[in-house]
Nanobody, 115 residues
Framework: QVQLVESGGGLVQAGGSLRLSCTAS????????MGWYRQAPGKQRELVAG???????NYADSVKGRFTISRDNAKNTVYLQMNSLKPEDTAVYYC?????????WGQGTQVTVSS
């Protein structure tokens, strides 16, 4: 059973930056495509960034050019560097497997961007 633990969220002013981390248990982490998702109050969870096992990345249009996803397979960790944050980025951020069957969801990490 894979467990995912997200961290790094917080309160930041618009224009600021945060770096989120997600550490996964299990030795097969490196073979899985991973994504960062977010869920704002009253909205559905959405995928904002993804990275394949080989390191190819993709982004939602709303975050393209501002967010960068990366992974360190040796540490079983995926990161999300978020720059130029906007109030509309406020949400709980989760990581999980991308495409198809997901792992059990972690608790997420709250990101709040003030205007």
């Amino acid at each position: 059973q894979v467990q995912l633990v997200e961290s790094g969220g917080g309160l930041v002013q618009a224009g600021g930056s945060l770096r989120l981390s997600c550490t996964a248990s299990g030795s097969f982490f490196r073979f899985n495509p991973m994504g960062w998702y977010r869920q704002a109050p009253g909205k559905q969870r959405e995928l904002v960034a993804g990275i394949t096992a080989g390191g190819s990345t993709n982004y939602a249009d709303s975050v393209k050019g501002r967010f960068t996803i990366s992974r360190d397979n040796a540490k079983n960790t995926v990161y999300l560097q978020m720059n130029s944050l906007k109030p509309e980025d406020t949400a709980v951020y989760y990581c999980n497997r991308m495409g198809g069957v997901t792992f059990s969801w972690g608790q997420g990490t709250q990101v709040t961007v003030s205007s």
